[in-house]
């Protein structure tokens, strides 16, 4: 099989931008830690020191050629890959991080089930900690050969109600769950979920646009290892950004700005950012703002607010917006010059820091 590869995040160069001294440690007093994306720059693991305190894991993707792991592949050649794990656990534990394992395709075809298990095994015994699963077959083979293995339920398992929650736990001993981003301001459906004895897993910043109705489309483009051309993926992204920019208020009820995150003490002790194919600038940026959670400001399509009232509005509301329009007012209000800064917004450049 022939494997596209991406360029490799460029090494960090210099600081990150206002890279504190001592960075905030109010995260860590709430209860919760982070659990930071690996973007194969090797140089990330050392360069996230001075957070070290308030972040339990990295978590990796698995090698492109055992599955696909729900993103573009960015690293290395598969096998090279294989060879650098060992090493990846050796320089997180150096800092006291635990090392995750993303195998996050909701699909693994049955004949290749006992070769990712058997991958997963060997992963295991070169000690990485845990395996995010998305495929709940997949997981429960992974359980029978490995009966003490900590497994982790995807967030592409699309876990949005109790009982989905509960065939995991069930079915495959599963010790955290990554709910559906449509959760993330359902309190009272993630504490139903936290009460099955499982710790929730919280992804504060994907960006995917809430209930995307092309997802299955979308996940068909990166879930089954290199099997479809990037512009398929492309193609996808260009129509979940072009309904994102139509009513971006609609982005207050899956993403969850830092300053939202003490809400969610005593909930979650977990916060998993995303960012496997960011920068090592823009993952360490993202660190900062969740580990001092001042901020209201969310790093996508350009960068906008979100107050106080707005996620109490959302954790109350029926989703009915045709009957409503409260929050498509109030992002105007609190972000009056989005639409100024989306005309002049180069879509295929970074997003700015907010």
């Known amino acids: ?32 830690k982070l659990a930071v994306p690996y973007n194969h720059d090797r140089q990330l693991i050392v360069a996230l020191e001075p ?14 050629d055992v599955t696909g792991t729900f993103r573009p592949w960015n690293g290395p050649d598969p096998q090279e890959y294989r060879g650098l ?12 991080f635990e090392v995750n394992m993303a195998i996050n395709a909701p699909y693994v075809p049955l004949g290749d089930q006992g070769r990712v298990a058997g991958y997963i095994k060997s992963a295991a015994d070169q000690g990485v900690a845990s395996f995010t699963i998305g495929d709940l077959h ?30 995991w736990v069930r079915q495959a001993g599963v010790a955290r769950i990554v709910p559906s981003r449509s959760l993330n301001k359902n309190l009272v459906v993630l504490r139903h ?3 099955l004895g499982v710790e929730v897993e919280i992804i504060p910043n994907e960006q995917c646009l809430p209930s995307c109705p092309y997802i299955f489309q979308h996940s068909m483009t990166t879930g089954l290892r290199d099997s479809f051309d990037e512009s398929d993926f492309q193609a996808c992204s260009a129509m979940c950004l072009e ?26 002790n977990l916060i998993k950012l995303a960012g496997r194919d960011s920068t090592t600038r823009e993952i360490l940026n993202e660190v900062d703002r969740f580990t001092r959670l001042e901020s209201s400001s969310a790093l996508m399509l350009t960068g906008y607010l979100e107050p106080d009232d707005a996620f109490d509005h959302i954790v109350s509301c029926d989703r009915v ?15 009056p010059s989005w639409k100024a800064r989306l005309s002049g917004w180069d879509h295929k450049s970074p997003l700015p820091r907010c």
């Open 1 to 32: 099989m022939k494997f596209r590869h991406r360029p490799l995040p460029r090494p960090l160069a210099g600081r990150i931008d206002q890279m504190p001294d001592k960075p905030s440690n109010r995260l860590e007093s709430l209860g919760m």
């Open 51 to 64: 957070w070290a305190a308030s972040i339990a894991e990295i978590f990796i993707p698995a090698p492109l």
């Open 85 to 96: 794990v060992p090493d990846i656990v050796a320089r997180a534990a150096r800092l006291g």
């Open 138 to 167: 997949l997981a429960e083979r992974v359980r029978d050969l490995c009966p003490d293995l900590l497994l982790v339920a995807s967030a592409t398992a699309d876990i949005g109600h109790v009982t989905r929650a509960r065939h």
């Open 193 to 195: 979920i936290a009460a």
């Open 243 to 268: 309904m994102k920019v139509r009513a971006p208020w609609e982005q207050w009820q899956t993403e969850i700005v830092p300053a939202s995150i003490s809400r969610y003490a005593g909930l979650t």
């Open 321 to 335: 917006c045709e009957r409503c329009g409260w929050c498509e007012r109030r992002f105007n209000e609190v972000n």
